[in-house]
């Protein structure tokens, strides 16, 4: 009998649950993020498997792995086959370097990997339910657009999406605003930090048990299995030597979903954690003091505009350690280990965008401003005279948006429109509806209770 992963909180104050109960409930009872008990491992005949393997294949083979106690496995294919019905290039870019373009999906962002399996998820345990769930979710950019995408029209659940007023662009917040129906969007007048708090103090407050809340951030593990997958995917489809991956990260759900990954045998030799000017991470590796930043800083990468992020927890609680929601370290985690897989690099915009202009003058590569952090990040450590030994090592640098979210910046820099997006066509015409809302947590309270 296969043995079934239960989840349990970083808190370590609430009971362990099934993936069914982690993935409805979004945040555990005691305020954690929920983490399997293990990670099921991947043979090296199972990796090397994975060659032969299209990326529906990849994501079910990965994902019944964990999911094999709690879903047919006809079922999870065929939720597979559902949800990743586009493309994923990879993009040769030098010497064993290559650009994972996570950014031909519905909405135009990694995002939707998550977005769309999670959504399937939950449709499929619900079905029959008379329940009525509502989703809260907090987004700096690219998360709002995949969510409502995702969860438009299921006729169960509600979604309400918080963002930073003027801290995403304007397409990215027509994507959100322009879909109606069961989705419902509210821009705070505050920080993308302060749009997490108040979904997280949501989930914790007693009045709204009857609510039935459940989030599409990050902090869900619905979202980070996901994510694993391209990770797996992306080794299979290059050298598949080992490998050093860059991620650009702001609440580090991507860069949790590659731990993951490494954690069930992928052979990733190091995570480059490539960060705007919200360096809280970088800094704590670099000194082990970690110092929130409050406010976040706002940057042209806007979706790492994130001065605490909630992922860090997890990332902790692998190494041995202990946070709370406040970001206090309660128990270190193994800080040394953390920097033998971990190198932590901050970019600056002016540096951004002179990535993006010398990547496209030079090579014909064309970066929007998170892809060009985690490029500069990959170039920055190649260029240290690098540990590695060259001809035993791929490099993968992940791009996490489409560049024409970003066509004014991208005009700006290099005075071209970058080409189309098959969802991003005709969002001028349609009309937006949505809530301005100061940060205030009693207000928020008296439009959900109106709105769910």
């Not at 043979?43 to 060659?51: D, F, I, K, Q």
């Not at 990694?110 to 399937?120: G, Q």
């Not at 590796?285 to 505009?305: D, E, F, H, Q, W």
């Not at 040394?336 to 951004?352: A, K, L, P």
Request: proline letters at 5%; a negative charge.
């Amino acid at each position: 009998m296969e043995e079934r992963i239960k989840y349990y909180s970083t808190n370590l104050k609430a009971p362990e649950v099934s993936f069914r109960e982690a993935l409805m409930r979004g945040i555990a009872p005691d305020g954690g993020l929920y983490m399997p008990r293990f990670i099921p491992s991947l043979s090296p005949e199972e990796l090397s498997g994975y060659r032969g393997k299209d990326y529906p294949e990849t994501a079910f083979s990965f994902l019944y792995k964990f999911l094999k106690t709690e879903i047919e496995a006809e079922v999870l294919i065929s939720l597979c086959r559902d949800a990743y019905n586009f493309d994923i290039p990879i993009e040769a870019a030098g010497t064993r370097s290559y650009i994972l373009r996570l950014d031909q999906g519905p909405t135009a962002s990694f995002k939707d990997f998550a977005a769309r399996m999670m959504a399937r998820l939950m449709n499929h345990f619900t079905a029959g339910e008379k329940k009525h769930y509502t989703i809260l979710t907090a987004t700096s950019g690219d998360t709002g657009s995949a969510v409502a995408s995702a969860f438009h029209g299921l006729s169960n659940i509600n979604v309400i999406i918080l963002f930073p007023l003027g801290e995403v662009s304007d397409t990215q917040r027509k994507q959100m605003t322009t879909l109606h129906g069961n989705v419902k969007v509210i821009g705070i007048n505050g920080k993308f930090d302060d749009c997490q708090h108040i979904v997280k103090k949501a989930f914790l407050d007693k009045s709204l048990s009857d609510l039935n809340l459940t989030s599409a951030n990050s902090i869900n593990i619905g979202r980070l299995l996901p994510q694993s997958v391209y990770y797996i995917y992306a080794w299979s489809r290059t050298a598949s030597l080992p490998v050093i991956f860059s991620v650009p990260s702001g609440n580090y759900g991507n860069l949790m979903g590659g731990i993951i990954a490494r954690e069930a045998g992928l052979p990733v030799k190091k995570f480059i954690i490539a960060t705007n000017e919200n360096d809280e991470v970088p800094e704590y590796l670099r000194t082990g003091v970690y110092k929130i930043i409050a406010p976040s800083r706002n940057c042209i990468s806007s979706a790492m505009n994130v001065g605490h992020p909630s992922n860090l927890a997890r990332i902790v609680a692998l190494y041995g350690g202990m946070m709370d929601e406040q970001g206090n370290i309660l128990k270190p985690p193994d800080l040394e280990r953390m920097r033998r897989d971990f190198h932590g690099i901050s970019v600056s915009d002016n540096t951004t965008r002179e990535t993006i202009a010398s990547s496209y003058r030079d090579h014909g590569i064309l970066f929007e401003p998170h892809g060009a952090v985690a490029w500069k990040g990959l170039e920055h450590y190649r260029g240290m005279g690098s540990l590695e030994k060259e001809h035993e090592t791929v490099y993968i640098s992940l791009e996490t948006a489409h560049p024409a979210k970003f066509p004014g910046e991208i005009e700006r820099i290099l005075d071209y429109t970058p080409p189309g997006h098959p969802s991003l066509e005709n969002l001028e015409e349609l009309e937006e509806d949505y809530t301005q809302m100061e940060n205030d947590y009693g207000s928020f309270i008296r439009y959900i209770f109106k709105h769910s």
